[in-house]
């Protein structure tokens, strides 16, 4: 289709897979079908409370100069994307919360990092939401005073990924879940899709 611009994103460390021949691959390739590349890693906690490091790549079909944009930081909390009411089904279960201590145990006995990781509403930066949640949510835990911590909810992770407040979730949990930790953050790919349309303009 040739169009006269593009934008894809990855994972931050893409330069470094297989030794950054992927990279170079991926580099080469497009500079042959006429494209100039832009890249930068850009970090969402600018404007969602999570840390989620992702490597946006732009290519342009003339040489023109492009600049990524400066997204102001915006002071969001967790607490900003919780719901007041949750149901009872997102408090782990204690087999479940009793293994994933077990094995954060077993771990940091190792010299590992691995494990769980428990946020509460005044948290600035969870931990990135990944495609997994749906399985223990142990990578981002909600604190609850008096019982067992819990998952986010569906809505809470479509917030912590900067959706808006009407976006409509028309599949089960499971796949809400996989499809959240697989997304992007609207309003980052926005920003830069604006200064992508000033060149091309």
Not at 184 to 196: L, R, T
């Amino acid at each position: 289709k040739k169009p006269q611009a593009f934008l894809l994103e990855n994972v931050s460390n893409l330069q470094h897979h297989n030794r950054g021949k992927t990279w170079q691959i991926m580099q080469d390739y497009l500079i042959q079908l006429g494209y100039s590349l832009h890249w930068k890693i850009i970090d969402a906690s600018l404007i969602v409370p999570q840390s989620r490091k992702r490597i946006f790549i732009v290519g342009l079909r003339d040489q023109s100069n492009f600049e990524f944009p400066n997204i102001e930081q915006l002071s969001t909390k967790l607490g900003d994307i919780l719901e007041d009411q949750v149901e009872e089904k997102y408090t782990l279960k204690k087999g479940t919360w009793d293994y994933l201590q077990e094995h954060k145990i077993m771990h940091k006995e190792a010299g590992n990092g691995f494990g769980y990781s428990i946020f509460n509403a005044d948290t600035i930066k969870t931990r990135t939401l990944t495609g997994r949640y749906y399985k223990d949510g142990s990578e981002i835990l909600i604190e609850q005073f008096g019982k067992n911590p819990r998952k986010l909810t569906p809505r809470e992770c479509s917030r912590l990924m900067g959706f808006p407040e009407n976006f409509i979730i028309p599949v089960v949990n499971t796949r809400a879940y996989q499809q959240f930790g697989n997304s992007v953050v609207p309003g980052i790919v926005e920003e830069i899709a604006k200064k992508i349309l000033e060149v091309i303009e």
